[in-house]
């Protein structure tokens, strides 16, 4: 706890560094960076973030904060799908909701509406949270390869329920997976 305490404390010098705003010696890297922490800790990252987006909206930065899970129930409600999909869930459980909601889910689909709903050119960066509600119907690493293409030169910290390598993503800490992504950790561990 008190490593990521120590890394949670990092954050706010990151983000109001101009070279995080204004994604200054990432070569030609998109600014997308990820903010790893054991799934454990969730109510803390999430007590956190509201702690940061105090201080952010002071400070006075354009910036909003995403929760994938939220959008993507927006998503659905928007379609008239919510509810047919509550009900599918308990007829056939997660796994079959998930292929079924491939097409209207689908990590392009969500990355689209995301830009729709926030312009991101008019913000200095933004932050995305909920992955874990959101997961297995979105995964982080298809999720960033799809905002490459809609968000601009606008950077995004993704907040990750899991771990990081610096090579892939491994949700929850627990799941061992080749999800291969580019990113930047925001805060390693030998940083704090």
């Known amino acids: ?17 101009p070279r995080f705003l204004n994604n200054a010696g990432l070569g030609n890297e998109i600014g997308f960076w990820i903010f790893d922490y054991p799934a454990k800790y ?17 400070h006075e930065h354009q910036f909003v904060t995403v929760n994938i899970y939220q959008t993507i129930i927006d998503m659905l409600a928007t379609r008239g799908l ?36 926030i312009k991101p050119e008019a913000l200095d960066f933004v932050l995305l949270t909920g992955l874990g509600n959101a997961w297995p119907l979105v ?11 809609v968000m601009g030169k606008t950077p995004i910290i993704l907040f990750y329920p899991g771990e990081y390598s ?11 997976s080749k999800n291969y992504y580019r990113a930047f950790k925001l805060v390693p561990e030998d940083d704090k």
């Open 1 to 17: 706890m008190r490593v990521l305490q120590s890394r949670l404390d990092l954050i706010l010098e990151r983000i109001e560094n």
């Open 42 to 58: 969730e109510l803390v990252v999430r007590d956190y973030l509201t702690h940061l987006t105090e201080k952010l909206t002071k």
């Open 82 to 117: 919510l509810e047919r999909t509550f009900n599918r869930e308990k007829e056939v459980g997660v796994e079959a909701v998930r292929k079924t909601l491939s097409g209207p889910l689908s990590q392009k689909k969500i990355a689209e509406y995301l830009a729709e709903n």
């Open 139 to 149: 995964r982080g690493h298809e999720l960033l390869s799809a905002l490459q293409d």
């Open 166 to 176: 610096g090579r892939d993503l491994h949700p929850f800490g627990m799941i061992n």
